[in-house]
């Protein structure tokens, strides 16, 4: 069975400082990740998805990911926040559906 | 590319009357959609996989009765809320993808209100 918990329900981060929000997964075989971003009222945006490629993944925003497997981690960053930045994230992994993390919300602090 | 559509983006309705929302993939075809609940401040909650031309898939749980889905066309997808309930009330995403392996992409979600 597949698995993805995402470590913090809440975070807050200052204008301008790096943005780290946590993802852990558990998968039997290789897994397909996403991250996706949903503003307050709207549907889930694609920031970025790790299919077995390259294990650092960019993606939109300036956001990017790393799949380690020795950690079973996805952690999502980014190097500078923007007050846009503001949201909820989801961590997705891919089975024969897709199973979404509880969520994390991004407070950007001014 | 890769865009969702959904309609309306908000409705209000009375206790015991049915609303219909529809999803569009504007720019693809989609052979499957899913239709997703969404609770204030929680994660996704799978309600029915779609797949073009066949009856839809519940998840565990979720009355095919009460939400009728279709998917007449590899564009289009509607779900049916019949005979609403104020607890019906929530905020409902669909999304669709092209094949099996690829990525899904949302619909910006409908929120209904049952009075």
């Known amino acids: 069975a597949q698995s993805v918990t995402q470590l913090d329900s809440h975070v807050s981060v200052s204008e301008g400082t790096p943005v780290l929000l946590r993802c852990n997964y558990s998968?039997?075989?290789?897994?397909?990740l996403f991250w996706y971003v949903q503003h307050p009222n709207k549907g889930l945006q694609l920031l970025l998805k790790y299919t077995s490629a390259a294990t650092l993944v960019k993606g939109i925003n300036g956001f990017e990911a790393e799949f380690k497997k020795s950690e079973t981690s996805f952690h999502l960053t980014k190097p500078s926040a923007h007050m846009s930045d503001a949201a909820e994230y989801f961590c997705?992994?891919?089975?024969?559906?897709?199973?979404f993390g509880t969520g994390t919300r991004l407070k950007v602090l001014a | 590319g890769a865009v969702v559509s959904q309609h309306p983006s908000w409705v209000i309705c009375k206790s015991g009357t049915s609303v219909k929302i529809e999803c569009r993939s504007l720019d693809f075809q989609a052979t499957t959609m899913f239709w997703y609940r969404q609770f204030p401040k929680q994660s996704l909650m799978l309600m029915a996989t779609?797949?073009?031309?066949?009856?839809?898939?519940?998840e565990q749980g979720v009355e095919k009765d009460k939400f009728l889905i279709n998917h007449a066309s590899l564009t289009l997808s509607t779900l049916t809320v019949t005979s609403a309930h104020p607890e019906d009330s929530s905020f409902y995403i669909c999304s669709a993808r092209l094949r099996e392996a690829d990525t899904q992409y949302f619909g910006p979600g409908t929120r209904l209100t049952v009075l």
């Open positions: 997705v992994v891919r089975g024969s559906k897709y199973i």
């Open positions: 779609s797949n073009e031309g066949s009856k839809a898939t519940y």
């Open positions: 998968s039997s075989y290789s897994p397909s």
